[in-house]
């Protein structure tokens, strides 16, 4: 039977890249099944290209909208393509709207379900996210986690252990597998970077939907940029709303369009600090060296602060902690070796895809 990959957002392309290639050298039979969720070519394209992934065997075009007409459209076009191609198991990444729509839409038709970045918890259910994550690891056969901490959340909530299996995490494999693509210099020139910046991203709505938070954040921002220059890459969410609040009328902050994958991780590698609501960049810095803060009250992946660059940080302590961390420099440029999670060592393709093959032999 085949395994069928639901991809819809930015960061499942990340992730999905070193799953596939696992699963193809060990013969599997699959399929790719874009949602159409994230469709700039800046924000999916590019992405495919640059990490080498098959080209979808369809696109459903589900598009933007409100979470119930996206969620909807979701369900009708992934239910559509699982009656279709009636895989053996289907594999779900992260926690966007994609993928609890695949998981549901899964389970109603009685397929299995793999989850991979199962158990992180934020326990914030203001944030779709952790929604979306809850409900997943509620119905899926398979819970990959990337994390130890995973696990207790999940057998806290009723989760069998026979279903967990801790793998490492994917998007750590992407990074490494590509460290020697990431060129500061050549990006640098590309998108007219400064000698020293510090680099951010800011989409999560509630940073950026609220036109009185937003600019609270711009101004902040905007103190950053009086330490340093400030680069910022910005996501088509909240883009209105960040530039409505002056965004770019500072003249040492950078505002650019979303970069490609190579990109955005070589100005990543190159920035003294990074400033971000992501919750893949506090990944990505812990393991690249960069001293990263988050902006948000909580993160779902608190190995990142104890085993790694993050920080958590209120607007108002951001230059404050900006100053602190650029005045100490990059954990990366000293002497003592970095101390990484668990598992973060680019081989969780490979772990994730015997988990499947087993699985699905079975
Ligand atoms: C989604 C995920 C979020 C993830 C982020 C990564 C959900 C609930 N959220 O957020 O967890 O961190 O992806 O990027 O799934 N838009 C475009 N072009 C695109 C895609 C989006 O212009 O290619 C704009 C549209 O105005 C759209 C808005 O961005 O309404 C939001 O897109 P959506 O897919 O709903 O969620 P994200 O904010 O991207």
Same mark, same amino acid.
């Given at each position: 039977g085949t395994v069928l990959h639901v991809l819809g957002a930015r960061p499942n392309f990340v992730k999905a890249a070193p799953v596939v290639r696992a699963l193809d050298g060990r013969g599997a039979a699959q399929a790719v099944v874009h949602t159409g969720q994230h469709y700039d070519e800046r924000m999916s394209e590019i992405f495919f290209t640059e990490l080498g992934l098959p080209e979808p065997d369809v696109n459903l075009g589900?598009? =933007?909208?409100?979470?119930?007409?996206?969620? $909807?459209?979701?369900?009708v076009g992934l239910e559509e393509q699982f009656v279709a191609r009636a895989?053996?198991? !289907?594999? !779900?990444?992260?926690?966007? /709207?994609?993928?609890?729509?695949?998981?549901l839409a899964a389970a109603k038709l009685h397929i299995p379900v793999a989850h991979v970045e199962a158990g992180l918890r934020s326990f914030d259910?203001?944030?779709?996210?952790? @929604? /979306?994550?809850?409900?997943?690891d509620q119905l899926a056969d398979l819970c990959l986690v990337t994390s130890p901490e995973? %696990?207790?959340?999940? #057998? /806290?909530?009723?989760v069998p252990v026979d279903r967990i299996h801790l793998v490492g995490n994917p998007m750590i494999d992407t990074l490494l597998a590509n460290l020697d693509r990431f060129d500061t210099e050549r990006a640098r020139a590309e998108h007219n970077l400064p000698e020293r910046y !510090?680099?951010?991203?800011?989409?999560?709505? &509630? /940073?950026?939907?609220?036109? $009185?938070?937003?600019?609270?954040? !711009?101004?902040h921002l905007h103190g950053v940029a009086d330490l340093?220059?400030? @680069? %910022?890459? @910005?996501?088509?969410?909240?883009? &209105? $709303?960040?530039? #409505?609040a002056g965004l770019d009328r500072h003249p040492r902050l950078h505002v650019r369009e979303p970069l490609g994958y190579l990109d955005f991780l070589a100005a990543v590698r190159g920035a003294a600090a990074v400033v971000t609501d992501s919750g893949g960049l506090q990944e990505e810095t812990t393991i690249l060296g960069v001293p990263c803060l988050t902006v948000r009250p909580n993160t779902e992946r608190p190995i990142t602060i104890s085993h790694g660059t993050n920080r958590l940080v209120a607007p108002?302590?951001?230059?404050?902690? #900006?100053?602190?961390?650029?005045?100490?420099?990059?954990?990366?440029? =000293?002497? #003592?070796?970095?101390?990484?999670?668990?598992?973060w060592d680019g081989q969780a393709g490979p772990r994730i895809a015997d988990v499947i093959m087993e699985f699905t032999r079975g």
């Open positions: 589900v598009g =933007s909208g409100g979470h119930a007409a996206q969620t $909807a459209a979701l369900l895989p053996r198991l !289907v594999v !779900v990444y992260g926690d966007v /709207n994609s993928t609890v729509a695949a998981a259910m203001t944030m779709p996210e952790e @929604v /979306n994550r809850r409900l997943t995973a %696990i207790g959340h999940l #057998a /806290n909530e009723g !510090v680099l951010a991203t800011m989409h999560r709505p &509630a /940073n950026v939907d609220d036109p $009185a938070t937003a600019a609270e954040l !711009v101004g340093a220059d400030v @680069v %910022i890459p @910005v996501h088509p969410r909240g883009r &209105a $709303a960040l530039l #409505a108002a302590e951001l230059v404050p902690e #900006a100053r602190k961390a650029l005045a100490a420099g990059r954990p990366a440029d =000293s002497a #003592a070796p970095l101390r990484t999670p668990p598992l």
